[in-house]
């Protein structure tokens, strides 16, 4: 169970983050839909549910592993609609979507 304010830590550059949640996330076939509302903060609706979240991102210093550096941000959560039921199917999906990597 997802608490209305949840914060992440991703693996994620500001811009990575933005062209996901742009993309398929929200995209045509998606039942999300994506508005800007400032600089690294986007409301993100299922209107046919009457959700509603808030998300911002802050950048992070990044990881260093060795000489390898990988970004670092932290994902702020706001349910703007506080249904629990919606909160859960929203980031089913989110972490389906943001999920990198090997496996």
């Excluded at 949840?6 to 839909?33: C, D, H, I, K, W």
């Excluded at 950048?59 to 550096?69: F, H, M, S």
Aim: contains cysteine; aromatic residues 14%.
């Amino acid at each position: 169970m997802f608490p209305v304010n949840t914060t992440f830590e991703m693996g994620y550059s500001a811009a990575e983050f933005e062209r996901v949640l742009g993309g398929n996330f929200t995209g045509e076939q998606s039942p999300y839909q994506s508005r800007p509302v400032d600089t690294g903060r986007w409301r993100v609706l299922h209107p046919g549910q009457g959700f509603e979240t808030e998300i911002s991102i802050e950048a992070q210093p990044p990881r260093k592993l060795g000489l390898i550096e990988l970004p670092v941000l932290k994902v702020h959560f706001t349910d703007l609609s506080d249904c629990a039921e919606c909160r859960e199917q929203f980031f089913s999906k989110f972490f389906k979507y943001f999920h990198k990597g090997g496996g």
